[in-house]
């Protein structure tokens, strides 16, 4: 009675939607891509950041970095992964069913957040390594802990950017300009307080700037301001997963008007 039950739960949506995700990342394809892709692409933008913003403290400076190359990845893992099943077709059949297929996308996105996590925590290990931090004691476990919650909040951001790109005939422009903006936006090149206020409160309506925010604070010693810039983030990234979700809703409502749910536009 229980073989049924466990192949169930081995093959029920949630099981099926991580499967398919993993299996169908060009980034997870061979040992090569993913070494590439996965754990050395973050590594070296969590360098470049560090390099650029770099401000003699060690510890307060790389964790803001680390945390923001993970939160980007995971934005630009997840965008890329919804563009493919537009340009690829398997985006339709997703979006038109009579209902959202909750546990589905729930499997991809959780996919798509232990690739982004796998890289960052990979950048974190190389990064104490190369700076000697965290030596001579026991493992701080909060770093991985909002290297998780940055991974987890950047992919409901990543999934709004594609979605809002189903509007577009250049279905890359808009992740290609979140991926050039957003760092400067977030917080990684620089603390978003010092943004003009515009500027400012666009980086705030993004989780990836309460993340590096969170990460500065927590570096810096202040761990309650930390902890609630984190739960802020998190939260920021839900509101943006929803926003994707009632996009493709409403792309899907178009296309059964018109009929234009296919590769080239909505």
């Known amino acids: 009675m229980r073989r049924p039950s466990n192949e169930r739960r081995l093959t029920g949506p949630f099981a099926t939607g991580f499967r398919m995700t993993i299996s169908s990342m060009p980034e997870t394809a061979t040992p090569a891509t993913v070494l590439a892709d996965v754990l050395l692409a973050p590594l ?4 470049l950041y560090l390099l650029i913003s770099r401000d ?6 790389t964790l803001p970095a680390v945390v923001g190359a993970a939160s980007m990845q995971t934005v630009l893992l997840s965008g890329s992964a919804l563009l493919r099943d537009r340009l690829e077709g398997t985006l339709a059949h997703l979006a038109l069913g009579p209902r959202i297929p909750v546990r589905l996308w729930a499997g991809r996105f959780a996919a798509l957040a232990s690739v982004g996590f796998a890289g960052s ?36 951001l990543g999934a ?21 903006a957003i760092p400067l936006l977030c917080g990684l090149v620089a603390p978003v307080s010092v943004l003009p206020v515009p500027l400012r409160w666009l980086a705030y309506a993004l989780p990836t700037s309460w993340m590096t925010d969170a990460a500065r604070a927590y570096a810096t010693g202040d761990a309650g301001s930390a902890w609630r810039r984190l739960v802020v983030g998190v939260m920021a990234g839900m509101a943006w997963l929803l926003v994707a979700m009632l996009v493709l809703k409403a ?16």
Request: glycine share 10%; proline share 5%; aromatic share 6%.
């Open 44 to 47: 070296l933008a969590a360098l």
């Open 160 to 180: 709004a950017v594609a979605a809002c790109s189903l509007a577009a005939r250049d279905a890359l422009f808009l992740v290609n300009l979140c991926g050039f």
């Open 56 to 61: 003699g403290q060690g510890h307060g400076a």
């Open 121 to 156: 925590a990979v950048t974190w290990a190389a990064t104490c390594a190369l700076f000697h931090l965290g030596t001579g004691g026991a493992p701080d476990p909060v770093p991985p802990l909002m290297l998780l919650a940055a991974s987890l909040a950047s992919c409901g």
């Open 251 to 266: 792309a899907a409502v178009l296309a059964r008007r018109d009929g234009t749910f296919d590769a080239t536009a909505m």
